[in-house]
């Protein structure tokens, strides 16, 4: 799945590390969002999708999950 950061758009990140799941400790997974809730649904569908994460496993890999604002810098210009 590849996302694209939107000009003039608020931009959220999450950052899942699923080295639990791949057995590779430096793996991890980004997704981007408009809202904080909206990049940890893009999480939560990538690792449903890809990974065939159960619901136990989606909680457990959420709660170390990293939700952040991307800073304006990161846009791309017009």
Known sequence: ????????????????????????????????GVSAEAAKSQAQQLLTSTYRCSTADLERLMQKARIEAIAPWCSPSN
């Open 1 to 32: 799945m590849v996302q694209e950061i939107r000009p003039n758009e608020p931009q959220y990140s999450c950052v899942i590390l699923i080295e639990s799941i791949t057995g590779n400790e430096d793996e991890e997974i980004v997704t981007f």
